[in-house]
């Protein structure tokens, strides 16, 4: 190794996260312990090292940052239209219920059909429920092939790390099915396999998309209808 | 019902996880208490509305300081207060340290640090929260490998230098900057 190789590679050595192989560290160490100039120079590097660092990354963080920044976070996300609607609900339940209504923020207009969405009342569409999962900043788009009639619920749920869409169609007692969205540059589904009476994977090469449905019973029963002829 | 506001928001454990280490980047980059509680939490605000694009969470942090880093270049470019020097007078970096260094002092090496334009400033406060590897740091200011090794060659002379005046001279011995 020249001492040329060595200036390069002292700012590699010592640190946290490993930078050089192992390979490298030990014809590093034979060069310094044969050649004085780039100990000294190695040397100098470390003392500047060990008297900058601690104290650069000693900086006293405020007690109440973290409340703070959690709140702001939180008063955001009260800023989306669904939320706001749910907030409006549960104020219209305690007025009618005789309740006292305080409201700390101005209140909202409340429109019966957007009520009735948001507390599943009114029936999702293939194309609400595409228009939610894109508001909530989701890609990937609701599975084809479902009667949309059945869809009880449309959640946004923390999936091995990652937030993705899953809608929830049932049928009675004949069959209830989750459907997770994953997508493709997300997760990788190669390694599973079907189970014909519980696990059933689509692929949508169009969207590329994995749907990874989760059933109990007969999953022919959430099938959208033949139209009437 | 929805279930999305059941369960504690994603956002939510990256402030746990992350807010501390942020705010020591921000304070170190800006100088200010007061600037860097405001660009941490503007930091996690633009985090929740771009959370879709994070793709892993073991790239979080270095993902959340990427933000952090632009919303803070954003500001200064807004200030003005951006150095128009290049660390030229700085000289080469010498082959060894002169003498020993003295004790550094925080706010002596905030004052150094001050004095970096933000181009050096940066990279070796990441190089000294020792939390990224060389990688992390091209990725998070996107310049190359060897421009990210000659800034932070010479800063480290730059603060050599710097933190071996007596504090009380600082600011005073190079003059033309800023
Ligand atoms: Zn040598």
Redesign the interface.
Known sequence: MECQDVK?LL??AD???A?LDAPELDSLKQHLETCP?CA??A???R???D???P?????A??AD??A???K??AA??GAVP??RV?AAAAAILIAVTGGVVWLNSPATAVSEDELRQ???MNQWTQETAKQFLKD????GLPPDNFEYGLLQ??????FQ???VG?LTFSRGDECTASVLILPW??FSTKHLTENPTSLSIRHDDVNEVTYLILFRGNLDALRPKPPIT | MLGFGRSKPAIDSLVEAHYAALYRYAYRLCGSSQDAEDLTQETFCLAQKKLFQLREDARAKSWLFTILRNAYLHRLRASKQEKQVSLEAVGELSERGPEPLPAVDSAHLQKALNELPEAFRTPIVLFYFEDFSYKDIVEQMNVPLGTVMSRLARAKAFLRQRLAEPAELMGKTNQGEG
């Open positions: 390069q700012a590699f640190r946290k996260c930078e100039t000294e120079a040397q100098a590097e003392a500047l090292d008297a900058v660092g104290v650069l990354r000693d900086v963080v405020p940052l973290k703070k920044v959690l702001r976070l955001e996300r669904w939320k749910l948001f507390v599943s909530q900043g989701l890609v619920h449309v959640d946004v749920i923390r790390g990652r937030l899953k540059k997300q």
